[in-house]
């Protein structure tokens, strides 16, 4: 009997060493992760709080995936918690990781990391203005922060009072979507000045421009406050020159995004739509249907029109991402990381 | 119904003598001497927590997480804590304070870091059907913590304080008195604790050794109780009060050099309970109303959010027993409960009716015990008439010393109203979850001269039907459906060993669970989750606590070991197994025959581990704590 006791104890006793510390990841692909011109980068969101997220190269003429790029290439365990988008400009890639508060900067060509940008609050979209000046919107911190791109810092910010999401550059001004108030912010990026904010529908969520120079913003109406709306601005002069409204009050369209040429919109709203420009009303059918599918990302290819869209499928696995041809007929699909939100086309 | 093919056959074949309450000769022979709560039926697997073990804790979380085979789930030391048994979720783990239900009526759940272990008793652990006995909603089991109420102790008080690293400061005061016909008790405790440890930050590439921050804890609670003893019955009141405020820290992903982070928590509980039980020599009663009065505020003033909410719950239960005679028992317990919440997350307040209505027959055989119950279940509108239970316990030797217990049963867990209402995304189509559970388990003891060995083997099966999750809908809302299909099924083991060796008492009490819990739908053609192992449920764990006592000391080791667990569905991820070890002495004086003084040293995490419990959470690595108690009965 005593025997039978000590030796329990003696095998319970003593522990095992261990070596893994932190989450590991059991099949991380080790393919080919160095950029080229045309490749396709996933923005994987992954879970708010568990520092799942990453980015994914796919290679459309190889039609090969590499998961988890910046982790491997770095040799870290995470990129970040929440990656919400990614920008590529001189030379750089810059994830913005929403939940970690600050901006992780990457060359372009191998993912090796070259700075991190901290003190933020809640970072959302990215837009370089010049060499040495971007932005950065903000879901909480009521402003949009002002980044030096030659040391990396935060060297001012501009108070805006609301949750600011996409944003783009044209003819020396910012349009800036405001999601709290519904407006489009104008903003002079000489003297970071909010010059004019605008009406627009609920929740302005993307925006986009065209080959006319007019202005596309999406309005996901919110939580069935409001119709969804697409709108047509002309930056010139300040004006909507045309709004078109989704008459289910439940759909909340969003992912505007437009084509390399200008003239072709596309946007999720369950279903991928596709819509010219000069359309007079939004398109009665789907582009592609989503079928099973629960689509989160949308990309389009600016080469040569390929449509890529992702299904997040329980939100706690690696998402799958289809590609399509500029027809509308499906190429291929492929796993990536968790979470796949967006999608940037290396150029 | 695969539950029942594997396990009825069984179960018709024991059963076809009748039914009996495994417990009532042992009721019989005490009630005529002091009125005594019942235990559930003995064909179910109930643990009673170790007395030291609850002692020696400082919290609940702790306390399961050192010595019992459930799953305890903690977002750091001070944070949120909830537990989970054989591979279900938090959800679907009751637990009942002195017999009442605390499960939030908002998520369902209850915070395990808001319960100190001196407010506590004795602790109880039912596992699987057993968990139905006590209500509903308890799919994987249910966590009993009662206080006791002992008359003739005179005067009696416990004046404790603990220091410990990270300035943590414990104090705990208890004074009572009691008479044949009285029975008083007032409670006290404070505990304040920074959190303030060193970690090795793994999310940077340099992996900095970094302190925690904004991790401050204060805890304070008040606990009453007045107890009236009459001829044959007792009359009672319990209060209990507890105040929360917590700074939330970050995980390590967020980049902390320049951001001063600011998410508080604050949680305040008012709990009563009123009580008059009593016995007639046919008939054993317990009546109770009780009161929880609950609120939580989330705060991150540097974000501006700022989100409040409220429960109320009122619960009135009558519970009976008949004894036909001392073999044969009939039990009826009728469920009142009212449930209303109110929070920022709902556009108005809700309430609703949350009944049940159990009835069961019992019996006894010379070596049999068998019961066999039905509880019908209102909650708002629906209701549900068939929630069923058949367990059976069966002496194999005449010593008594080799027992088979099995059972079965059907139950349900109500959709809560977060599920329901959550603006926007509640869905108020939602059906209950339903668990269809089985168990088998193998009780035997031996004792050969000074030496005790009690061990237990339990295989448990589980199938989940309409599990709740939520998920993002097409338009981006986050919602809750019945998606999900799991099985659970695995295995629980149990050693406990009492022996002495010259003046050295020795014991060991360890436990080993193997859980395989699937997910078994499909939410398309490209979901990898199905046949995997669901996220967050170890494979396996082990725990065992060793003791030694020689003279007035006593030693303890506690080991415990959390397997690897999956942290996405497709089992892509996971955490790395941890293991840890925990050593405490003490000393007990005692000063005079009334008055002893404890002098308590521990060590927690002993071989300076670093490990997370959940993903880029900080853990502590070795702490200290010293406890000295002065007890005066």
Redesign the interface.
Same mark, same amino acid.
């Given at each position: 009997?005593?025997q039978l006791?000590y030796t329990?104890?003696i095998l319970?006793?003593f522990?095992?060493k261990?070596d893994?510390?932190?989450?590991?990841?059991?099949?991380?692909s080790e393919e080919d992760s160095n950029t080229e011109v045309a490749d396709v980068l996933i923005v994987n969101e992954g879970n708010f709080?568990?520092?799942?997220g990453s980015v994914s190269l796919y290679k459309p003429n190889a039609k090969t995936i590499a998961n988890n790029v910046y982790q491997q290439a770095?040799?870290?365990?995470?990129l970040?918690?929440v990656i919400q988008s990614a920008y590529q400009f001189n030379g750089s890639i810059y994830a913005i990781?929403n939940?970690?508060?600050?901006v992780e900067v990457m060359n372009e060509s191998n993912f090796q @990391?070259i700075a991190?940008i901290?003190?933020?609050?809640?970072p959302r979209y990215f837009l370089p203005i010049n060499n040495s000046k971007a932005y950065v919107t903000d879901?909480? @911190?009521?402003s949009i922060q002002v980044v030096n791109l030659t040391n990396n810092t935060i060297s001012s910010s501009i108070s805006v009072g609301c949750w600011t999401e996409e944003l783009l550059l044209h003819n020396d001004t910012v349009y800036v979507c405001d999601m709290t108030n519904n407006n489009l912010l104008i903003i002079n990026p000489s003297n970071n000045t909010l010059v004019d904010s605008i009406k627009l529908g609920v929740e302005p969520n993307s925006i986009i421009k065209d080959n006319n120079n007019k202005l596309w913003i999406m309005c996901?109406g919110g939580?069935?406050e409001d119709n969804g709306k697409l709108i047509k601005f002309n930056p010139q002069t300040r004006t909507i020159e045309a709004t078109f409204v989704f008459t289910n009050i439940?759909?909340?369209p969003?992912k505007l995004t437009i084509n390399a040429t200008g003239d072709n919109l596309y946007f999720a709203n369950?279903n991928i739509y596709k819509m010219n420009i000069n359309d007079t009303s939004l398109p009665s059918s789907a582009f592609i249907t989503?079928?099973?599918?629960?689509?989160?990302g949308l990309g389009v290819d600016p080469i040569n029109e390929e449509i890529y869209v992702a299904?997040?499928?329980?939100?706690?696995?690696?998402g799958?991402v289809f590609r399509y041809s500029s027809s509308g007929n499906l190429i291929d699909?492929f796993?990536v990381g968790?979470i796949p939100g967006e999608f940037l086309f290396i150029e | 119904m695969s539950v029942f093919s594997k396990i009825l056959p069984l179960v018709v074949l024991l059963l076809w003598q009748g039914f009996v309450f495994a417990q009532s000769i042992d009721t019989v022979q005490i009630k005529t001497v002091e009125v005594i709560d019942e235990k559930p039926p003995e064909a179910y697997k109930v643990v009673e927590l170790d007395s030291v073990a609850i002692h020696q804790a400082t919290s609940l979380s702790e306390l399961l997480n050192n010595s019992s085979p459930i799953f305890v789930k903690t977002y750091g030391s001070g944070s949120l804590a909830s537990v989970s048994f054989r591979g279900t979720g938090a959800s679907h783990t009751s637990v009942l304070w002195n017999g009442i239900v605390l499960n939030s009526p908002m998520n369902g759940q209850v915070d395990f870091s808001l319960f100190p272990t001196p407010f506590i008793d004795n602790a109880e652990l039912n596992f699987g059907a057993s968990g139905l006995v006590n209500g509903t909603g308890a799919l994987g089991g249910s966590v009993s913590l009662n206080n006791t109420t002992t008359f003739n102790k005179g005067f009696f008080s416990t004046l404790q304080q603990s220091v410990g690293s990270f300035n943590n400061y414990i104090s705990n005061f208890k004074l009572g008195y009691s008479n044949q016909q009285w029975f008083t008790e007032t409670q006290l405790y404070l505990n304040t604790n920074d959190h303030n440890f060193e970690y090795?930050n793994?999310?940077?590439?340099e992996q900095p050794r970094i302190t925690q921050q904004n991790a401050k804890t204060k805890q304070y609670g008040l606990q009453q109780a007045i107890f009236r003893r009459f001829k044959k019955s007792q009359l009672g009141v319990r209060f209990w009060y507890f105040n929360s405020d917590r700074q939330l820290p970050t995980?390590?992903?967020?980049?902390n050099?320049?951001?001063t982070q600011n998410e508080t928590q604050a949680d305040e509980s008012f709990r009563g309970i009123l009580e008059w039980k009593g016995f007639t020599s046919k008939f054993n009663y317990k009546i109770t109303t009780a009161f929880l009065k609950d609120k939580l505020i989330y705060n991150d003033s540097? $974000?501006?959010?700022y989100s409040e909410s409220n429960t109320q719950v009122i619960d009135n239960k009558i519970n009976g027993t008949f004894y036909l005679n001392n073999q044969f028992q009939i039990k009826n317990i009728v469920s009142i409960r009212h449930e209303q919440a109110k929070a920022d997350g709902f556009n108005e307040s809700h309430q609703r009716f949350n009944n049940h209505w159990l009835f069961g027959v019992s019996k006894q055989f010379k070596r049999l015990d068998a019961t066999l119950f039905n509880r019908l279940i209102m909650v708002a509108d629906k209701i549900q008439p068939i929630a069923p239970s058949v367990g059976v316990q069966y002496n194999v030797l005449k010593r008594n010393n080799l027992k088979i217990k099995a059972n079965t049963a059907i139950n349900y867990n109500y959709p809560t109203f977060n599920d329901l209402y959550w603006?926007?995304g509640g869905n108020s189509d939602l059906k209950p979850e339903k668990s269809e559970m089985a168990e088998l388990g193998l009780n035997y003891t031996i004792s050969?001269q000074k030496?005790i060995?009690n061990t237990e083997l339990t295989g448990f099966y589980s199938h989940v039907y309409d599990w709740i999750?939520w998920?993002?809908?097409? $338009?981006?809302?986050w919602s809750p459906s019945n998606l999900r299909e799991v099985e659970n099924k695995g295995l629980e083991y149990n050693?406990k060993?009492k022996?002495t060796?010259q003046k050295l008492n020795?014991t060991?009490n360890?436990n080993y669970a193997y859980t395989l819990s699937t997910n078994l739908k499909a939410?398309? #053609?490209?979901?990898?989750?199905v046949n995997k192992q669901l996220?967050y449920v170890p494979y396996h764990q082990?725990n065992?606590t +060793?003791g030694a006592a020689i003279k007035n000391f006593y030693l303890t080791?506690n080991?415990n070991?959390t397997g690897k667990r999956f942290?996405?569905? #497709?089992?892509?991820?996971?955490?790395?197994?941890n293991?840890i $070890?925990n050593v405490s002495l003490s000393k007990t004086v005692k000063l005079n025959p009334q008055t002893k003084l404890n002098v308590g040293f521990k060590i927690n995490n002993i +071989?300076n581990? #670093?490990?997370?419990a959940i993903?880029?959470r900080a853990m502590p690595g070795r702490n200290y704590l010293i406890t000295l108690t002065l007890q005066f009965n």
């Open positions: 009997m005593k006791f329990i104890l319970l006793l522990s095992c261990k893994e510390l932190g989450p590991q990841c059991v099949n991380c709080g568990w520092g799942n770095n040799s870290v365990n995470t970040g918690d990781a939940n970690s508060n600050k @990391s991190t901290t003190g933020f609050n809640s879901l909480y @911190s009521n996901g939580m069935s439940a759909n909340s969003s369950t989503s079928n099973t599918n629960v689509f989160y299904d997040a499928i329980d939100y706690v696995q690696n799958i699909q796993y968790i | 090795t793994i999310a940077f590439k995980n390590m992903l967020v980049n050099d320049v951001n540097l $974000s501006n959010i603006a926007a050969h030496t060995i999750i998920l993002p809908t097409a $338009s981006s809302i050693l060993v022996t060796y020795l060991f360890g939410k398309n #053609d490209y979901d990898n989750s996220i082990i065992h +060793f080791y080991y070991y942290m996405t569905t #497709d089992n892509n991820w996971y955490l790395p197994p293991f $070890s +071989f581990q #670093d490990y997370q993903a880029w």
